[in-house]
């Protein structure tokens, strides 16, 4: 029998690791022992296992967006049904497999050197880094039509596009507003990838490229809109709140700023691959994370920007806030 896949599960299959390494680690800590007898806090769990509070709350949170754990008035509890499986003194304990997995795991990351031997380049950092922009690419081009289509751009002029990556976003905008022209600010090496896009769709003279890093150099100016797409969950507060401030200088006033994120429900398990996004950024950043309409309306205040709203929500990473540079 053939199995028939879509590009949406064989993206899923891509990512399917995240969910069964969210569960492994819970079962390496014993955390649904913990919370069989009741649920508890933060603070109880983390003290508990020794644990990081903020690395637990990303991963409990994750959890109970899966349905292993149960999330209510800011504690955790293992769900009545799953003692029985996931506690150590379960009669019908799985934790014995689970843990055989946790070993199984190191060993199947090494299939690809077992198959082929050690791969020439591997870990290279440019090689890195375009799979990473061409990731973004794949990602994003199904959904960017849709995504300008609900920022109705049609009265801008000067559209700034901050870690615009491969360009697909700032493609989409010039398309379709025609006497638009962008500015795409991202890192050098990456300026020079969204350049081939950019020539290969013959809008070369509509886009300006400029190089730069958005953590330590000020933005370009003079722009009525500014799109920050796929960014803020690479930062944390106060990174946010200063990267809010230099977008703020370089628009006009009256501008609008527009956020494309993850948008979380205000307990964090919701939606289901937010939560499981934040973990992604635990491991893989410094402060990152996905947050809250709350916390990303108070940031941009922060930063001098009034009128916070949630344009839509969304379930894929497709959640958009806006905000103005008052007038």
């Known amino acids: 029998m053939t199995t028939t896949h879509t590009p949406e599960s064989l993206a899923a299959l891509a990512r399917g690791f995240q969910e069964t390494r969210v569960f492994l680690t819970a079962a390496e800590l014993d955390l649904f022992t913990l919370l069989a007898d009741g649920p508890l806090s933060l603070e109880e769990a983390a003290a508990a296992r020794g644990a990081s509070p903020r690395a637990l709350a990303i991963l409990l949170d994750a959890l109970a ?177 200063a990267l809010f401030r230099k977008v703020h200088d370089a628009l006009v006033p009256g501008g609008r700023i527009v956020l494309r994120d993850h948008v979380m429900s205000p307990d964090r398990t919701a939606p289901r691959a937010g939560a499981l996004f934040a973990v992604n950024m635990l491991v893989g950043t410094e402060e990152g994370g996905t947050f809250t309409f709350e916390e990303l309306a108070g940031w941009l205040a922060e930063a001098g920007f009034e009128r916070a709203r949630l344009v839509r929500g969304g379930e894929r990473m497709d959640a958009l806030v806006e905000a103005f540079r008052p007038g």
Do not use: C
């Open 65 to 241: 967006a899966t349905g292993l754990l149960e999330k209510e008035g800011g504690k955790w509890r293992t769900p009545a049904a799953l003692v029985p499986f996931l506690s150590s003194r379960g009669e019908r304990s799985l934790l014995p497999l689970a843990l055989h997995s946790v070993n199984l795991w190191d060993r199947w990351s090494r299939l690809t050197e077992v198959v082929a031997g050690p791969r020439p380049g591997a870990g290279d950092r440019e090689a890195s880094t375009r799979a990473f922009i061409g990731a973004m690419n794949v990602i994003a081009a199904p959904q960017a039509d849709g995504i300008v289509g609900v920022v109705e751009p049609g009265a801008a002029r000067r559209l700034l596009d901050v870690g615009g990556g491969p360009a697909t976003y700032t493609l989409a905008f010039v398309r379709a507003v025609p006497g638009l022209r962008a500015t795409l600010f991202d890192l050098p090496s990456v300026v020079e990838m969204a350049r081939e896009n950019v020539a290969a769709a013959g809008l070369l003279d509509r886009v300006d490229l400029v190089a730069g890093d958005l953590r330590t150099d000020p933005l370009p100016g003079g722009h009525d809109l500014a799109f920050v797409s796929a960014i803020v969950h690479m930062l944390g507060p106060s990174g946010n709140v």
